[in-house]
């Protein structure tokens, strides 16, 4: 009887894994010797029970919860900062004074006005809520003073007119408020008791309709009457506020200031800042920003009394001892200068530097000092090679033969071959002898440089050089979107010396590139994060874990800052809200900042690269001189020569450093002094590693076609260029690729091979790239722009308008 055998199918078991349960002295004998990575903070988690879980969640939930509640109740407390609430009217309609008249609600406490220039402030303490307000306002035109103002604000007080809500110049105040960031709001609509009674419902159906687009789910409240003004401070005092993330630092709004002039130079001295401190503890040794007029530092920090307790003096009147008058302590200016103290003094070992720039070390990365040997061999060396063989006229001198030059030689020759390789942007307008700048144009091929927005080209009568400008750029940004990246190689210049600084590359996303290649000088001067992830991370941790001394929240101190221009304080005479705000850690040092931004609808200008343009980015205001660039995940961005409205786009720029998340808004000056807004963002990093490529397409005809071989002209124009290009790899707009065989004749005629048969309607095409970098034209000033006017927004925003 045969014997069974197991056919292929037959089962296999897995077999017995021994390890997982091995004893302690098989475990210490494979080991030999070896011990086991520390992890206690893993340990320690996993040894937590389910219950334990449970109730570490819950504590921790409740410590949260606890926080957010003593944020809430400090803030207008008599122990915190008041609360600071901007009102804001949407509509010319709507009348300010009034709406601020029924908010000083003197039944309820008392009113300290305060006022400064053409802005009305006054501070509101409500003893029986046990809350203090202060009230600011600002006009929707004045664009500085709102944004300013909106940056330290609790809340925002929004009037609405009770027909249409907003106009033009109210929206288009929404628009960058709600792209810097929106606190806390409220909504109110003024006059609508003065409709018919049939009406006021019909009314507010239909502007709640309006309202719902940028505000959904609010309530709106009424402001006609003191019984309302009343119901909407308690809502403003109760309302959930709001965390912007650029306010995660000291700030403080100054509610009085003052200047000593130094006595060398009466134009600048010390500017004392009087204001509540909010945010965070607020350190004598960090630096200061004052926004609009740049960074400082603090010599002192001085705590007054507070001007505006939340429980008064009562003084009896002589007259009549059943009324009790409340006065303010802003009148007893002597009782402050009485109880002055000083909290703190700078260290001068502690205190940050105000030093923006590196100073470049020309002989930084060269070689150590020769040696005396070295030398004279370099010399020897050197009088070798200078002995030149010449042919010269009998009797003549060595000190004659030095000065006759060669038939073919010119002393000149290489300054002037630099000279033209310099001179790289040339525009079909241009003569070929006209000279042009070095960097600036080289960058900007088929464009014509714009006249600076500085320049005042606004007259009363229309300006036709503008015209022709402002069409010019048009046309330009259009053959941009028809052809992009298309230029047409020079017939009075070499194309090996107009693009030498250009390179092949057989792919744009995997080809290797050097971030630390040929960089320019401008280099030198900045600072650059090893990891700037990981330095975020950590200064942001300190804050919240590191105990600072200085003024805690709430506080209300005096600044003593130095080195102030005299111009801040009259600025602040004027009328302009002054806010500083405390700077973290290396934000006083200059770098590359890159932003993501988005077109805004409402303007539709070409905005080329390299233009000038103010930015709000964070808490800060400066105009600079962007490059743009695509945003994506590769390692090389190229660059885009105008700021286009389909897609998001990153703008590179030097400014101070920053750290995320910050809000980031694009104004353009226009030629009458105002300010249009183009675009808005937020900071993505600061990386001076990131390269902005810029591609040049270089484009040629087929002029015979011979199956895959083909002979392509009008690409370039002499036989050197063809030999000079030859290894770079061609491509076509339907998609063929290939190289370059051979030059035919002189003239630039070339025979190429590609993968596949050529249409004769088919575009031959060379992509040449090289890196580019943004210009240094950091300004930390930027003027007053002119205030917006309904008449003027609508021809701008025709869309926006509210029928």
């Not at 309302?228 to 109760?238: P, S």
């Not at 070295?374 to 030149?388: F, G, I, T």
């Not at 090893?530 to 919240?544: D, M, P």
């Not at 800060?620 to 885009?640: C, E």
């Amino acid at each position: 009887m045969a014997a069974h055998r197991s056919g292929p199918l037959k089962q296999q078991n897995k077999a017995h894994k021994g390890g997982r349960h091995r004893g302690r002295g098989s475990a210490q004998r494979d080991g030999k010797g070896r011990l086991a990575p520390k992890s206690l903070s893993k340990k320690v988690r996993k040894e937590l029970s389910r219950v334990d879980q449970r109730h570490r969640a819950s504590q921790l939930r409740k410590q949260k919860k606890e926080a957010v509640l003593a944020e809430k109740r400090q803030l207008g407390s008599k122990d915190g900062p008041p609360h600071q609430v901007l009102v804001v009217p949407l509509h010319d309609r709507i009348s300010l004074p009034e709406a601020l008249r029924l908010l000083q609600d003197r039944d309820a406490g008392t009113v300290c006005l305060n006022e400064w220039g053409s802005n009305h402030s006054f501070m509101l303490l409500c003893p029986g809520l046990k809350h203090r307000w202060f009230f600011t306002s600002a006009k929707p035109g004045d664009l500085h003073t709102v944004l300013d103002l909106a940056k330290v604000a609790d809340s925002i007080l929004f009037l609405l007119d009770p027909l249409e809500g907003w106009d033009s110049t109210g929206d288009y105040c929404l628009s960058c408020l709600f792209a810097q960031g929106l606190p806390t709001y409220t909504l109110a609509i003024q006059g609508i008791s003065g409709l018919p009674p049939k009406k006021q419902i019909d009314a507010r159906k239909k502007l709640s309709k309006v309202v719902e687009k940028r505000f959904p789910d609010d309530k709106l409240l009424l402001l006609d009457t003191q019984q309302e003004a009343g119901m909407l401070l308690r809502q403003l005092a109760n309302q959930k506020q709001r965390h912007l993330a650029f306010r995660d630092r000291a700030y403080l709004f100054a509610h009085h200031a003052d200047f000593v002039p130094n006595e060398e130079n009466n134009l600048v001295g010390t500017l004392k800042i009087s204001g509540y401190v909010r945010g965070q503890t607020m350190n004598v040794n960090s630096l200061l920003h004052i926004i609009g007029h740049g960074d400082f530092q603090m010599k002192q920090i001085d705590a007054p009394m507070d001007p505006f307790p939340l429980n008064p003096k009562v003084i009896k009147s002589q007259k009549d001892s059943g009324m009790a008058m409340e006065i303010c302590a802003t009148d007893s200016v002597t009782d402050m200068e009485e109880d002055l103290k000083v909290l703190m003094k700078a260290d001068p070992d502690r205190q940050e530097s105000l030093q923006t720039e590196v100073i470049p070390d020309p002989m930084e990365g060269e070689q150590t000092w020769p040696t005396e040997e070295e030398l004279r061999e370099a010399n020897d060396l050197l009088k070798e090679r200078s002995k030149v063989v010449k042919k010269v006229p009998k009797g003549t001198s060595s000190y004659q033969a030095e000065w006759i030059l060669d038939e073919d030689g010119e002393s000149d020759g290489e300054e002037d071959e630099d000279d033209d390789v310099e001179n790289e942007d040339f525009m079909a307008e241009e003569s070929p002898d006209e000279s042009s700048e070095e960097e600036e144009e080289e960058e900007c091929e088929t464009m014509t440089i714009g006249e600076s927005v500085r320049d005042d080209l606004y007259d009363e009568k229309v300006d036709e050089e503008a015209e022709e400008m402002m069409l010019e750029k048009y046309k330009q940004e259009r053959l941009e979107e028809m052809f992009p990246d298309e230029v047409d190689t020079p017939r009075d210049v070499a194309a090996r010396i107009r693009f030498q600084k250009y390179r092949g590359l057989k792919s744009f996303r995997t080809s290797p590139w050097d971030p630390k290649e040929n960089l320019p000088q401008d280099y030198a001067r900045i600072f650059q994060f090893q990891n700037f992830t990981n330095t975020r991370k950590r200064v942001f941790k300190e804050i919240k874990e590191k105990d600072v001394e200085g003024a805690e929240v709430g506080w209300y101190v005096t600044l003593h800052v130095s080195e102030v221009p005299v111009s801040v304080v009259e600025h602040f005479k004027r009328g302009a809200p002054l806010a500083a705000f405390s700077l973290l850690p290396h934000e006083q040092k200059m770098s590359v900042l890159n932003m993501v931004v988005s077109r805004h609808p409402g303007n539709t200008e070409p905005v080329k690269a390299k233009e000038e343009l103010i930015f709000h980015c964070g808490f800060r205001r400066f105009r600079a001189s962007p490059l743009f660039s695509q945003h994506t995940a590769a390692d090389k961005h190229k660059f885009q020569r105008f700021l286009t409205a389909d897609v998001a786009l990153v703008v590179t720029v030097y400014a101070p450093i920053t750290f995320p998340p910050a809000s980031v808004l694009l104004f353009k000056q226009n030629s009458n002094g105002m300010h249009s807004l183009i675009a808005t963002g937020h900071l993505l990093s600061v990386d001076p590693d990131r390269m902005v490529i810029k591609r040049v397409v270089l484009s040629g005809h087929p002029f015979k076609i011979f199956t895959k071989m083909a002979v392509v002209r009008y690409m370039f124009f002499n036989r050197e260029d063809v030999l000079w290009f030859k290894p770079v790899e061609l491509r076509t707009k339907w998609g063929r690729r290939g190289h370059i065989k051979e030059p035919l004749g002189t003239h630039g005629h070339m025979k190429c091979s590609f993968d596949g048969k050529l249409k004769s309607q088919d575009t031959v095409l060379m992509n040449l790239y090289k890196r580019v970098f943004p210009k240094w034209t950091y300004d930390p000033y930027v003027p007053e722009p002119v205030p917006w006017v309904n008449s003027e927004i609508s021809t701008v925003l025709p869309e926006m308008d509210m029928k």
